[in-house]
């Protein structure tokens, strides 16, 4: 009946109790999802919250290719004995 | 100067803050060869960490490729099954054989507790210790637990398995995800 295997996928292995943390993180994206599935999300919500996430997402992208950048030089330190 | 750039970029706001947090700054850009020093320790340290772990695989033994993992002697396949169905007002634990053969159900409700209080961290974690004591009793050891749903019990449950005496050795999660299928209930307005 069931197409795939079972216990293999969405799986973690624990290593003397204490990954729990671990598999909390790998579950973190999929948790999300299911909350927003409990209740309806109209479409005209839906693509506001996409839009709204998108822009901080689109700033930290490009501020961390920034500082990538920027860190490929040695410079002095412009804040030195502070 | 990966710590560096870690460091920055995770918080931006440090090229703004630098006189507050002046202390990390000043050594960052003062001591460059300390830090390159610091920073190949730190790998040797790494990599003599990553070769004692390398040993342990997040990934389950998947039942086709062998494996030399043995707990009790038992393989991956052979080890019961604990299924928690943690809802939003209840949670429920059934140890279930590898071949699928009941052996021990605990449920808040068996516990005790009522209503309201059911959907709790707390009457998940005595219905884990409930369901172990029950387990243990007829001889289980490990047990791989499978965690449907997203509600309060869903930690307190795995941790009162093993506060109960059993050892988890991998945990699923296999709460059903629709790909789009039934409309759930209306969104709350609170």
């Known amino acids: ?82 | 100067m990966q710590v560096v750039r870690r460091a920055g970029s995770r918080l931006c706001r440090s090229w703004v803050c630098a006189p507050i947090t002046g202390v990390p700054a000043v050594t960052i850009h003062t001591d460059v060869q300390q830090l390159q020093e610091e920073a190949v320790k730190k790998e040797v340290e790494e990599k003599a960490a990553s070769l004692s772990r390398s040993n342990f695989s997040i990934y389950p033994p998947i039942p086709g490729q062998e494996s030399s993992l043995r707990w009790a002697g038992k393989k991956f396949e052979e080890i019961p099954i604990a299924h928690i169905k943690a809802s939003y007002n209840n949670t429920q634990i059934q140890v279930v054989s590898a071949t699928h053969q009941p052996l021990a159900r605990a449920s808040c409700g068996t516990e005790g507790f009522r209503n309201a209080k059911k959907g709790t961290g707390v009457a998940a974690q005595t219905t884990g210790i409930a369901a172990a004591a029950k387990a243990t009793g007829k001889g289980v050891t490990h047990i791989r637990v499978v965690v449907k749903g997203l509600g309060p019990g869903r930690l307190a449950a795995i941790k009162g398995l093993t506060m109960g005496g059993l050892e988890v050795i991998s945990i699923t999660d296999n709460t059903p995800i629709p790909h789009n299928g039934c409309r759930p209930r209306k969104a709350r307005r609170l």
């Open chain 1, 1 to 82: 009946m069931a197409k795939h295997l079972k216990l293999i996928a969405r799986t973690v292995m624990v290593q003397e109790g204490n990954v729990e943390g671990a598999y909390r993180t790998l579950n973190r994206i999929l948790i999300d999802d299911i909350k927003r599935r409990r209740y309806y999300e109209k479409p005209c919500h839906k693509r506001q919250r996409e839009s709204y996430e998108t822009c901080p997402r689109i700033y930290n992208m490009e501020m961390a290719h920034k500082i990538n950048f920027l860190m490929q030089k040695n410079r002095a330190d412009p804040w030195q004995g502070c």
